[in-house]
């Protein structure tokens, strides 16, 4: 079966449209596409449907986007019955619950499906795939993209929005529409262009600002979505800790509550200059407290252009761990207090600066399950008893975990890559002597995999977080870990 969205334009009207109904939803279709006019209306069905399925082929991309084009040309008109729109969309909802629909496939819809009217088709357009974590989008040469562009205008343009809208598809929609239209200029400028290499390089260096801010606020905004609000604190906390573990939880801390704001602010804003604004203001936050702490630091900080600051601090690798004193862990009464949750944040912290080797997604999962103790215990009537029955076995299992995780990741950022891999077959070799030689390789190449995606600075989430549970297994003896 498969999905295809009545366009409700950034879905902004979905939380209103469930209770005002289908004539609302008509209203706002039909307003937008008035008002922009066919050809803006469809260029933007392509960048939202291909933001929302970031999977889906052009080709599926483009037959949904036909058909709501369709739809709003030939009801949207005036004089039309209102029953025009509701018949039309109607027919869509239906053709989109046919499994040899040509619409983008969602596991979605099959729930969607079973329900009938606007409730349907609410929920058909709620549905999204998640955001891509590994780009597929190619940069092509100044010569392949004038070919393209001079072969076919229009379907240059439309390939080129699906493709970047998939893979930036979580920068806000202002900033991922300017990207576009940008872009598209610029081709068609340079391709026409008597000097067209020095017309690419020009129109880059112009567009600068705009494509680092795009690629910035799709990378925050990613982890924003997986995370949330209050784990994003905890990933910047973390990031921070381990770039410049001289710098305290004082100092850091709220430079992470004001990143959280400012992610919630902006990565669904559709004010145009939201992310840009804020993310400047951010970056002088950060460099006028942290600058001082590192020399690497403060260097990102020197640049006169606050985006590219920012980009030159988020790039920059894990320091090497200081010598600081024995961490102190916060008592079980404490985890329960008021701030048991800031403590534990805390604690975290701690552990991120004193190993700076072992990256965010790894320490992910010992924020997870911290906070879940701390959720399910400290309600209880008997909270501190509850704690101090499970926090041994937790304790034991994030030794196990964090020195796993230390093994796995200790030598991949101080070792070439083919250092690493000869590193790794002469680990395999001593503790499977047995192994063939292609079992050999094969185990060599799986973990330098790995390790080579999830062992970095900013790993994508989602992908690590089942990646890790295959290479640590179980934290404990028995099938209830409270890890993994």
């Known amino acids: ?10 879905a902004v009207s979905l939380g209103h449209a469930e209770h005002r109904g289908r004539d609302y939803v008509r209203d706002k279709i039909c307003g937008e596409f008035n008002t922009m006019g066919k050809d803006n209306f469809r260029t933007l069905a392509i960048i939202l449907n291909s933001k929302k399925f970031s999977n889906a082929t052009f080709e599926e991309i483009s037959h949904l986007v036909k058909e709501v084009v369709f739809l709003a040309e030939t009801c949207c008109v005036k004089g039309v019955h209102p029953s025009c729109y509701e018949t039309g969309s109607s ?27 606007l409730e349907r088709k609410l929920c ?73 290499t020095v ?9 600068k600002t705009l494509s680092i801010l795009t690629t910035m606020s799709n990378r925050i905004c990613s982890r924003y979505a997986v995370y949330g609000k209050e784990k994003s604190k905890f ?8 770039k410049i573990p001289s710098a305290s939880f004082e100092d850091i801390s709220p430079l992470a509550e004001d990143s959280a704001e400012v992610f919630s602010k902006c990565c669904n804003s559709m004010t145009e200059d939201c992310m840009l ?26 640049g006169k252009n606050l985006l590219e600051n920012y980009f030159c601090m988020y790039s920059l690798q894990p320091a090497k ?24 944040d805390r604690f975290i912290f701690e552990k991120a600066r004193r190993q700076t080797s072992i990256p965010e997604v790894f320490l992910s999962k010992v924020y997870d399950a911290t906070h879940n103790l701390i959720n399910g215990c400290c309600p209880a009537a008997d909270s501190i008893a509850c704690v101090s029955s499970k926090r041994p076995q937790l304790r034991g299992e994030i030794f196990k975990f964090l020195a796993k995780a230390n093994e796995l990741c200790g030598e991949y950022n101080d070792l070439t890559f083919l250092k690493f891999k000869q590193r790794l077959k002469e680990s ?57």
Not at 199 to 207: A, Q
Not at 331 to 336: K, P, R, S
Not at 454 to 469: E, Q, T
């Open 1 to 10: 079966m498969k999905v295809v969205t009545v366009l409700l334009l950034a």
């Open 91 to 117: 027919a869509l909802s239906a053709k989109s619950c046919d499994e040899n629909s040509p619409y983008p496939d969602h596991p979605g819809i099959a729930a969607c499906c079973t329900q009938q009217g």
């Open 428 to 484: 395999f070799s001593k503790t499977m002597p047995d192994a063939t030689p292609a079992s050999l390789a094969e185990l060599v190449e799986q973990r330098a995999n790995f390790t080579s995606t999830c062992c970095i600075m900013n790993a994508p989430p989602l992908y690590c977080s089942v990646k890790i549970n295959t290479e640590v297994g179980h934290t404990c003896d028995h099938d209830s870990c409270m890890l993994i």
């Open 277 to 302: 604004k804020e993310l400047s203001e951010l970056t002088t936050k950060i460099c006028t407290k942290l600058s001082s702490k590192d020399e690497k630091f403060s260097d990102c900080c020197n």
């Open 124 to 196: 058909l357009a709620a549905l999204h795939q998640p955001p891509k974590e590994f780009p597929t989008y190619m940069k092509p040469s100044n010569e392949e993209l004038c070919e393209a562009f001079k072969k076919d205008p229009q379907d240059f343009a439309d390939r080129f929005a699906h493709e970047y809208s998939s893979n930036y598809g979580q920068a806000p929609l202002p900033v991922l529409v300017g990207s576009i239209k940008s872009y598209l200029s610029m081709v068609g400028t340079c391709c026409i262009s008597p000097s067209p």
């Open 235 to 242: 990933s910047t906390l973390t990031m921070f800790a381990q």
């Open 199 to 207: 017309c690419f390089l020009k129109e880059r260096l112009e567009r």
């Open 321 to 344: 761990s200081p010598q600081l004193p024995e961490l102190q862990r916060p008592t079980d009464e404490q985890l329960c207090t008021g701030d048991g949750s800031h403590q534990m």
